[in-house]
């Protein structure tokens, strides 16, 4: 049996009270007993006796942090290096399956599945092939080495390219059938919630009834439906409205994710209407929060900033489309289309603002850095969308983007929310300039947020990273330091604690955890990943 001592430090335990001197004893994988400064007991003093001290005097403790929001769901196939950058930031859980992707189901038919790993591998990386179902995806991650704990969700999005590809037809009856079987299975087999991304193809194509349908089993669950809104700009408020009726309809709590205002245009004045909306929404007892990540810009695929008019339900086809004179000619007049049910961003922020952070071809490695507008003009393309046309066609879609979209006080307003919880939405494209939020996103919070700017105290701030986003996510006995809970704890310095990645530079570690528990065992320490098996694969059944 391990047993551990964690002395003298100042404890913060995820719930948002105030901090207090105290000792930690684990034993094995728990947290087995949480003693005050001053409480001497006989209990305690053979315990010193017996455990390896770690004198924390002077230090914060913390649970480990929970990130709610990243595309890791493949990651875990191609070893455990993944995992330090969750612990350098003192993630000790996180969540993938998000934004309506999720690494299954898979279709059946091999060229549809070629066609859905091409249009994930900008958000979840390249594809790992010989896994189909979600009990499979389990069972698989339940056999391989976890360097922090794995929970997952399925994503709507895959479940509808399983089903149909990226047809705009309507489901048939037997097509929502298999898509609500879908669901039911993986909630079944132990799912944290669904995922939706009704603004990525082809979930744009469904109505909130096709989502009340498909969704049906979550009301018997209770688990959160956690949604990529319809539009995060001019239709941003409409979208929210959608995603809380949509809630009602299933009777499911919901949290919207990356809570955001996109568009110069909308910048401090719709966020303020769509948390009017959410707050009507829980005055009326219904369940609906949300979640942000405190950067200014966002990232996602390319393909994003295609109209689903041009693609028409077949996203080859576009894509072919656009290698052809006539094809780009189609494609640069409808990005000149302001529509009524998706968000152009072309037109509300311009290609100024978007930046293109992630490609497959060597050849197109001169892109990565540049705004569109930038490389259009640089390399003689007539116009910035004839440039995106022959990017993504040359690349087959497999293009990342940062766009700088959101202002910081609208972010300034959401943190401030009692009920939003901070993710990183990292996103697993192959580059070597991802959104500096994967290596730094809750270390910035504590040094940006607590320490410099004052926007909510340590507290608060562990509040939203361990024990809110665990309970969002039924994620049990973790997020606080509590007797009987897992040992997931972080030790470590606030003025010390550093994110360092940036736009220019993000592949940068954070720095200043000293150490880092998971499940008890050491598995962080000043830079180093002492031990890459702490993790456990997490299931909803776990609550």
């Known amino acids: 049996m391990t047993k551990i001592l964690i002395t003298n430090g100042v404890i913060y335990d995820g719930l948002g009270n105030k901090p207090f001197e105290g000792n930690i004893y684990i034993e094995d994988e728990l947290i087995k007993k949480v003693f005050k400064k001053g409480e001497d007991t006989p209990e305690l003093k053979e315990i010193e006796k017996e ?70 591998e900008p958000v979840v990386g390249p594809a790992y092939r010989g896994i189909h179902t979600y009990g499979e ?30 047809a705009n037809t309507p489901f048939t009856e037997e097509e929502m059938k298999k898509a609500s079987g879908y669901i039911e299975d993986a909630l079944e087999k132990g799912a944290v919630g669904v995922s939706a991304g009704i603004m990525y193809l082809p979930e744009c194509y469904n109505s909130t009834d096709d989502y009340a349908k498909m969704l049906a089993p979550m009301g018997k669950y209770k688990t959160p439906l956690c949604t990529h809104i319809r539009g995060e700009g001019d239709s941003m408020v409409d979208s929210v409205k959608e995603v809380i009726e949509i809630g009602k309809k299933v009777g499911c709590p919901v949290e919207i994710s990356h809570f955001k205002s996109c568009g110069m245009a909308n910048w401090r004045k719709e966020i303020h209407r769509a948390i009017a909306l959410i707050e009507e929404a829980r005055k009326e007892g219904q369940d609906v929060t949300c979640d942000f990540y405190p950067y200014e810009g966002g990232s996602t695929a390319l393909t994003t900033m295609v109209p689903p008019a041009f693609v028409n339900g077949d996203m080859n086809r576009a894509l072919q489309r656009m290698g052809t004179k006539e094809g780009v000619e189609e494609f640069c007049k409808s990005l000149e289309v302001d529509y009524d049910d998706w968000d152009n961003f072309a037109i509300t922020l311009g290609w100024d603002r978007i930046l293109i952070s992630g490609v497959n071809k060597e050849s197109n490695q001169k892109f990565v850095g540049k705004m569109v507008s930038e490389a259009a003009k640089e390399y003689g393309f007539e116009s910035n969308g004839a440039f995106v046309a022959w990017l993504l066609h040359d690349e087959n879609g497999k293009v990342a983007i940062i766009n700088m979209s959101m202002c910081q ?123 890459d098996t702490c993790g456990k694969n997490l299931r909803r059944t776990d609550v």
Not at 84 to 113: D, H, R, Y
Not at 146 to 165: D, E, H, Q, R, Y
Request: aromatic share 10%.
């Open 51 to 120: 455990a390896e001290i770690i004198d924390a005097q002077g230090k914060t403790v913390t649970p480990g942090f929970i990130d709610i929001h990243r595309h890791c769901d493949i990651q875990p196939f191609y070893g455990t290096d993944f995992g330090k950058v969750m612990l350098a930031q003192g993630i000790t859980t996180t969540v993938a399956g998000n934004c309506g992707f999720s690494m299954v189901p898979v279709p059946e038919e091999e060229e549809k599945a070629e066609e859905m790993f091409a249009f994930a």
């Open 137 to 166: 995806y389990m069972d698989a991650l339940d056999k391989i080495k976890l360097p922090l704990n794995f929970a997952s969700m399925i994503g709507s999005g895959t479940v509808k390219i399983a089903v149909k590809g990226f």
């Open 409 to 531: 006080e609208d972010i300034d307003t959401v943190a401030k929310l009692p009920y939003s919880t901070v993710i990183s939405d990292s996103i697993y494209a192959v580059t070597d300039t991802p959104h500096p939020r994967m290596y730094g996103a809750f270390p910035k919070i504590i040094r940006e947020y607590v320490e410099e700017r004052h926007l909510f105290t340590m507290e608060e701030a562990v509040r939203k990273m361990t024990s809110l986003p665990a309970s969002r996510m039924s994620i049990a006995r973790r997020g606080q330091i509590k007797e009987g809970y897992f040992a997931d704890i972080n030790i470590f310095e606030p003025s010390r604690l550093k994110d360092h990645a940036t736009f220019e530079k993000p592949v940068q570690l954070a720095s200043g955890i000293e150490k880092c528990f998971v499940n008890g065992k050491l598995a962080w320490e000043n830079g180093n990943m002492c031990d």
